[in-house]
């Protein structure tokens, strides 16, 4: 058995390795993926909805069928035709010179023999039939015209497919937010606490020196405690800031489904010369982002669906036919069909669909001024940090050669040991603002990348010439 140590298991994670580790484990995104493939096949399926439907029919029946049929009229009809035809061969005979006696007689006897045949004869017939059959069949119907609703339908499935595509693209372009977010706040809160422990530190350097000062009668014991509850404050901070940093290293280990994380190696950044055009962004905002391609592709599919529900108040024609299998029976035609009454009211569904292609296009004006409004937030936010940093760098700079004069003087027995800490801690605490505001600027940054569908291009500005790394200390 192989036993192994926490520190055995950790793993360390650079931004680029967290993307990828996060695109391939996201349950959002599998989700995301699997909806847009059933959405294309969806619009798929009904592509050949304007072909020929054509179908197998079997109607197997049993039926009993009586009926009653009168025969007088067979009977008076053969009466005529056989009489006719005595009298025809009579008068023939009469002809070739035969006796008109026997003429008479014999036409007499064939009335009277044909009077008794009819009286063998019923007036009427009773028909009863039975049978069980199965009849096989080919069927075929053809939409001629459906007012709109097969192209309509058609067009909402496709336009459906794209809209859950822009919605898996989306959801990629969120995850890839949101991980920025908690990779570089995991970045800032290590800095925080980092700077915060030294804060601590030196807080906990005034009060013993303080002490020193008390045993010497220098301080009284109270302005000796205003050193302590100093040092309290700090170690509060300390401490907040260590459990902040500890829920963020929870937070990330979640996101990429590794609990093995304890280190992330690409540090916080900032890029000194971005200077985005705020021009293109705007058009970008509005060819580029998933978002408001999204939107559009809702006011189309609101826009078919109206047309859609007119559809059901025109006429539709099809052509059908059909041949049986076992005999030579078949038929051709075409049918008409046209809704004179329905019980669901087609006049409110048309002014409903209508209603909702207003609403989806305001949803669509408002969703894109909303993000008009982020976007230019987003792109003053990285001026300003861009600035703050280049003022932060000078008094960083500053504090630095305010610690080297102060630890001089304190060599040279002209300064104190708290001089030195408070510059210490100044040059601590500008790191800290640096990084806080290289935080800032990242996620403004981000967001810009995020409302222009340019997200993926963030791992670019890791790496540009102007890319400054704030390295905590």
């Known amino acids: 058995m192989c036993l192994y140590t926490s520190t055995a298991l950790a793993s360390t994670y650079s931004f680029e390795q967290a993307q990828s580790k996060l695109l391939t484990s996201s349950k959002r995104l599998q989700s995301s993926a699997l909806l847009s493939q059933a959405s294309q096949l969806q619009a798929d399926a009904v592509q050949g909805l304007h072909r020929p439907n054509v179908s197998l029919n079997v109607r197997a029946l049993s ?17 005529q035709q056989i009489s006719g035809s005595i009298d025809e061969h009579i008068q023939q005979l009469n002809a070739q010179g035969l006796d008109p006696a026997l003429s008479e007689l014999m036409s007499s006897s064939a009335q009277s023999l044909l009077s008794r045949a009819n009286d063998r004869l ?11 059959t199965v009849k096989p069949s080919i069927a075929v119907t053809l939409p001629i015209y459906t007012g709109g609703a097969i192209s309509s339908l058609q067009q909402i ?125 705007l058009e970008k905002l509005t060819s580029n982002s998933p978002i408001t391609q ?64 207003d609403a989806a296009n305001l949803v669509a004006l408002q969703t ?33 050669e305010n610690l080297r004069i102060q630890r001089l003087s304190f060599q040279e027995g002209f300064g104190t040991v708290a001089e030195v800490v408070d510059a210490e801690t100044r040059v601590h605490q500008i790191q800290s603002d640096i990084a806080t505001n290289a935080y800032h600027y990242i996620m403004a940054l981000a967001t810009v990348l995020h409302h222009t569908g340019e997200l993926d291009r963030f791992g670019e500005y890791l790496y540009r010439a102007d890319t400054t790394m704030i390295v905590t200390e």
Do not use: C
Not at 63 to 68: G, M, N, R, S, V
Not at 122 to 132: G, R, V
């Open 157 to 281: 499935a496709q336009l459906n497919a794209k809209r859950h595509l822009l919605s898996e693209q989306e959801q990629q372009q969120l995850e890839k937010l949101n991980l920025i977010g908690k990779y570089f706040g995991t970045q800032l809160s290590q800095s925080l606490q980092s700077t915060t422990g030294y804060q601590f530190q030196a807080m906990q350097l005034h009060v013993d020196h303080a002490h020193q000062l008390e045993q010497a009668g220098f301080i009284s014991r109270g302005q000796r405690m205003q050193f302590e509850v100093a040092r309290n404050h700090a170690d509060r901070l300390h401490h907040s800031a260590a459990l902040t940093h500890q829920q963020n290293i929870f937070e990330i280990r979640t996101l990429l489904q590794d609990p093995t994380i304890s280190q992330l190696t690409t540090p916080l950044f900032i890029n000194t010369n971005e200077q985005p055009n705020y021009d293109a962004l």
């Open 122 to 132: 019923p007036n009427e017939l009773h028909l009863d039939a039975k049978d069980t």
């Open 294 to 357: 999204k939107l559009s592709t809702d006011v189309r599919i609101a826009q078919n669906q109206v047309t859609l529900q007119e559809a059901s108040k025109k006429p539709k024609v099809f052509a059908l036919g059909e041949v049986a299998l076992d005999d030579q029976d078949w038929f051709v035609g075409v049918a008409a069909n046209y809704t004179l009454y329905s019980g669901m009211d087609r006049n409110a569904q048309i002014k409903a669909s209508r209603l909702q292609a």
């Open 63 to 79: 039926y009993h069928q009586t009926a009653d049929v009168s025969t007088q009229p067979l009977i008076n009809t053969l009466n």
């Open 368 to 400: 894109t001024q909303d993000m008009t409004s982020s976007l230019h937030r987003a792109y003053l936010d990285i001026q300003n940090t861009q600035n703050t940093h280049r003022l932060l760098t000078d008094n960083r700079i500053a504090a630095l």
